[in-house]
């Protein structure tokens, strides 16, 4: 089985703040545990399409996650409403790359607020056949050096199949009366 991973990830230390963004939204999602400085969540609907509510409504520095292992990978970080920084890589037939936002300078100073090192990282967007590596795949390699934890095996149709851990909140939208 191959991995179709799609999340969020709102730079914030306070879980509540995603909880309140997904009940904004109208929208079903599970929102995990603040991890260096960001909260992770997914939500319900039209998997690996981004869900305009949630640009809309976004409070602060989101970034959107997407890897098909098979397929490619994207990337993009929103400034509240504002797409700073957009990635597409697919190698379904062969490597593809799309940089229609690119400015690198947006995730070199998020890198570096995690205390990693951003050397070299403009190289990870620019793979070819004779360098593409499945074993780390760049997303991972950028995820991890972003600082994200939850990104790996990760949408809402996998945790609508299985259990949800206990530290997982699960945020369903209840109309007012």
């Known amino acids: 089985m191959s991995e179709f991973s799609e999340s969020y990830h709102l730079r914030t230390d306070n879980q509540q703040d995603v909880v309140?963004?997904?009940?904004?939204?109208?929208?079903?999602?599970?929102?995990?545990?603040?991890?260096?400085?960001?909260?992770?969540?997914?939500?319900e609907g039209s998997a690996f399409d981004i869900d305009e509510s949630v640009i809309s409504q976004n409070p602060g520095i989101?970034?959107?996650y997407i890897f098909a292992e098979d397929h490619g990978w994207e990337l993009r970080v929103f400034r509240k409403d504002d797409l700073i920084f957009?990635?597409?890589c697919g190698w379904t037939d062969e490597i593809q790359i799309e940089k229609s936002v690119f400015n690198i300078d947006v995730l070199t100073e998020l890198i570096m607020e995690q205390g990693n090192s951003?050397?070299?990282?403009e190289s990870l967007f620019?793979?070819?056949?004779e360098t593409?590596?499945?074993?780390?795949?760049p997303a991972?390699?950028?995820a991890e050096k972003l600082g994200l934890t939850y990104y790996e095996w990760l949408s809402a149709d996998y945790l609508g199949r299985d259990d949800i851990d206990e530290h997982i909140l699960v945020v369903e939208y209840k109309e007012k009366k």
């Open 20 to 43: 309140n963004l997904i009940k904004e939204t109208n929208n079903k999602g599970y929102v995990f545990p603040a991890q260096n400085g960001w909260v992770t969540f997914v939500v």
């Open 62 to 64: 989101l970034v959107h």
């Open 86 to 88: 957009e990635y597409a």
């Open 118 to 121: 951003a050397e070299g990282i």
């Open 132 to 137: 593409f590596n499945m074993e780390q795949p």
């Open 126 to 129: 620019d793979v070819g056949e």
């Open 140 to 142: 991972y390699t950028v």
